[in-house]
């Protein structure tokens, strides 16, 4: 009687376990632990001490990049400030310093209508919004400008963007897949209810988008646009929205640095852990004052 428990014991726990096994790793790709960063707003002529101080820092960001083991990074759009040639350039001219893959997304200050739209994959050879797995991670990349615009020349670019991101998570919920998810803005940047400003996806969208989040679990949201460095919860706790400055100009105490990530289990809840790393050999930190003006605007009014 005892042995016969301790079988059906041991059929119920191997069931279980291979039942989590298949739920939590992904169909193909298995998990297995890996590492990665995020690179806040690189904006080349941005920064309070010229274009070639951004540039510099953004050397420094590679050179710290590569003494690191990551498997790829992202980098949470913004690449220059202004798409002024010799900007565009630097950029060009620094980026394979970079060791590991860096998937680029844009920011407002990349894309701001169509045809700058067009222009961001001539420039950086990438799409503006991709998808791709990872060790049984699912990583999504969003052109947050298209994403949360109603200027109507993108109109069509936006319904087609959150077609694509329904099933980007569909499909990554299909492969039991863990799902992070970047872009440029700040999905809320307080709670999740606050009123629209100019860091935020507007609440015209953000039910919309937060639903999607919280329906397909998603734990992990990179992001930038804000010049700050801090991390943001769900209301419910149930993700985190981390926030870095950059290399190019900072609002708060927090200087120039890095998101380093570690993905230890493929349970993107306990799994993932983040510690803020600031850009070495950067030998004046001055914090800026004031807040950025002139940024290029993706709203109809
Ligand atoms: C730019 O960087 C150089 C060297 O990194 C530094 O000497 C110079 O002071 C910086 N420029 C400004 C205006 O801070
Ligand atoms: C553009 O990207 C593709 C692959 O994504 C690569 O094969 C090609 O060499 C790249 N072209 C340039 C000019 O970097
Ligand atoms: C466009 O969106 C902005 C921000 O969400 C809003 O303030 C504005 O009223 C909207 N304009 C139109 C024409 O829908």
């Given at each position: 009687m005892k042995g016969l428990a301790f079988f059906v014991f041991g059929v119920v726990a191997c069931f279980f376990q291979t039942v989590l096994a298949v739920k939590k790793c992904?169909?193909?790709?298995g998990f297995r632990p890996f590492r990665f960063c995020q690179l806040g707003d690189?904006?080349?002529?941005?920064?309070l001490d010229g274009w070639q101080n951004d540039t510099y820092r953004m050397h420094l960001a590679a050179q710290q990049v590569n003494a690191q083991d990551f498997d790829f990074c992202i980098?949470?759009?913004?690449?220059?400030?202004?798409?002024?040639s010799y900007e565009i350039q630097a950029f060009q001219d620094t980026?394979?310093?970079?060791?590991p893959e860096i998937h680029l997304l844009p920011g407002n200050h990349d894309i701001s209508d169509v045809a700058t739209l067009k222009q961001f994959s001539v420039d950086y050879?990438?799409?503006?919004h991709s998808a791709f797995s990872h060790n049984g991670y699912r990583f999504i990349m969003l052109n947050s400008i298209t994403l949360i615009s109603n200027l109507t020349e993108f109109q069509d670019y936006t319904h087609a963007e959150w077609r694509w991101f329904e099933k980007e998570l569909e499909s990554a919920a299909k492969h039991r897949e863990e799902i992070i998810v970047s872009h440029h803005h700040?999905?809320?940047?307080?709670?999740?209810?606050e009123p629209d400003s100019y860091w935020t996806f507007p609440n015209r969208v953000r039910g919309k988008y937060l639903e999607l989040i919280k329906k397909y679990d998603v734990r992990h949201i990179l992001v930038g646009h804000r010049h700050e460095t801090k991390n943001i919860y769900a209301t419910d706790n149930s993700f985190t929205i981390y926030v870095v400055a950059g290399?190019?100009?900072?609002?708060?105490?927090?200087g120039f640095g890095i998101n380093y990530f570690d993905v230890s289990s493929c349970d993107s809840a306990t799994g993932v852990s983040q510690e803020y790393v600031h850009l070495q050999g950067v030998t004046h930190m001055k914090r800026s004052l004031g807040l950025p003006n002139g940024c290029p605007d993706i709203f109809a009014h």
């Open positions: 992904g169909h193909n790709d690189i904006q080349i002529g941005f920064g980098a949470v759009g913004d690449l220059t400030n202004d798409r002024f980026f394979p310093e970079f060791e050879n990438v799409s503006d700040l999905p809320f940047e307080f709670t999740e209810d290399t190019a100009r900072f609002f708060d105490t927090n």
